[in-house]
């Protein structure tokens, strides 16, 4: 049974990919599990490996070409089988799913919807059963497209009407929430209705809530997921620093009065780098708002600082500044990416930003060192912990996190080979993991 590879989608906002490489020619065998091209998306690069065994029969898609997700790449057929050219098209053609036989039963065609017959009365004409689950379900029978005979409703169009509801509520979705000091807070919203759990991601200095893209959505079916753009960054607002309190505690007191307007809290934490101090920073001036904290390569865990990421800082704003500060944050350089390039160099030149990130930097950190250092007070945490570095981290050192533990011998302590400053970006598969299994051993509330 022939196999078609399709566009992967990682992350809840992914909607394309970007071909850069394929490391196998039409009619070379290729194993399951081995990388068998290279994508890039708008921030990250990554391999797709071959989902089954046999032969690449055709690739659909050449390099330099953007594919939609779960748009045909590649057409792979098992060991002996031989698949024309008209059949290939007809496979590409006619499915987007992970596999199907060519020459087999035709794709089910799915019954046209329309909007639902009514009689004289004005009633939905809808068989009883539809009328049954649609009460079930809390679905209103006028909003329902019907395929049954005579514009009939279903239950199967019932069915079909309520997992679209549910769909497009925990799509993901930007929500502006205003302060009282009249500063608005950009977030990324999504997951389940019915999720009682809330996990709250805040990165890093010069960052977005794009540093999470690829993680987000190993979250998203199970828990209310918010990712937040810090003041200063993303799409939130930059006052002036002499107009705001730029300093750790300052965002921290920030970030708890935004997890009360958004009703999360109790919520997990999971910071990265400056977003790791300051929810450590509220979790221990708030602790009734923190369920949970997840430390990812955080600052306020030592007093070491490299200063190359001070000199980024400093500098003014430009691509090969960008660049450079990439390449301090990355331990693989296939990482730094020519649109990550562009878009770091675009936000720093956003109004308001450069000035807000340079006084953030300079609250935080000083040729000497880390300003804030809380490891001292760690054992003041009364909450399961959870403390992630990259083995190669170049901006702040991996001891940091050994330190840490020592402090709190409790915590969770998950040191990433072969990774930088960024693991939810260069391991993002591998980071999702560890966070899935720590949350997994939290005793729920």
Do not use: C
């Amino acid at each position: 049974m022939p196999t078609i590879v399709t566009m992967p989608k990682w992350g809840l906002t992914m909607t394309s990919g970007t071909i850069t490489n394929w490391s196998r020619e039409e009619g070379d065998s290729v194993t399951e599990g081995v990388p068998l091209l290279t994508v890039e998306t708008e921030k990250a690069v990554d391999d797709v490996e071959a989902p089954a065994s046999g032969m690449l029969r055709k690739i659909v898609a050449a390099v330099g070409s953007e594919v939609p997700v779960m748009g045909a790449v590649a057409v792979i057929t098992a060991p002996g089988e031989d698949l024309s050219d008209e059949d290939v098209q007809a496979l590409v053609g006619t499915t987007s799913g992970a596999t199907a036989t060519a020459g087999g039963a035709s794709p089910r065609v799915a019954r046209e919807g329309r909007q639902a017959a009514r009689d004289v009365t004005g009633r939905v004409n809808a068989s009883p059963a539809a009328r049954k689950r649609a009460g079930e379900l809390g679905i209103d029978l006028a909003t329902v497209e019907a395929t049954g005979p005579g514009g009939r409703i279903t239950s199967e169009d019932v069915e079909r009407a309520a997992d679209a509801v549910a769909a497009s509520a925990a799509a993901p979705r930007t929500e502006v929430v205003e302060l009282a000091d009249g500063t608005k807070i950009a977030t990324l919203v999504a997951g389940p209705p019915e999720a009682t759990e809330s996990i709250v991601f805040l990165h890093g200095l010069g960052g977005s809530q794009a540093t999470w893209g690829g993680v987000l959505g190993a979250f998203a079916d199970t828990y209310h997921i918010v990712a937040v753009d810090l003041p200063g960054h993303g799409s939130s607002d930059k006052p002036s620093p002499e107009a705001t309190d730029y300093s750790i505690s300052g965002l921290a007191a920030k970030i708890g009065e935004l997890l009360e307007k958004l009703e999360v809290s109790p919520a997990v934490l999971i910071g990265h780098s400056l977003g790791g101090a300051t929810a450590l920073q509220l979790a221990l001036d708030r602790p009734k708002l923190v369920r949970a904290l997840a430390l990812v390569d955080s600052a306020a865990l030592g007093s070491e600082i490299n200063g190359e990421l001070l000199d980024r800082v400093e500098s003014a704003p430009s691509r090969d500044e960008a660049r450079r500060l990439l390449e301090l944050f990355f331990e693989n350089r296939r990482f730094v990416l020519e649109r990550g390039i562009d878009d770091m160099y675009a936000a720093r030149n956003a109004p308001g930003a450069d000035d807000a990130v340079k006084a953030i930097a300079a609250s935080a950190f000083t040729r000497y060192g880390q300003n804030l250092v809380l490891v001292g007070r760690l054992s003041e945490l009364e909450i399961p912990v959870l403390i992630i570095w990259g083995e190669h981290d170049r901006v702040i050192p991996a001891t940091h996190a050994v330190a840490a533990v020592t402090a709190l011998p409790a915590a969770w302590l998950e040191i990433m080979e072969g990774v930088g400053h960024v693991p939810q970006v260069e391991a993002a598969p591998a980071f999702s993991a560890i966070v899935n299994r720590w949350l997994a051993s939290i005793p729920r509330p």
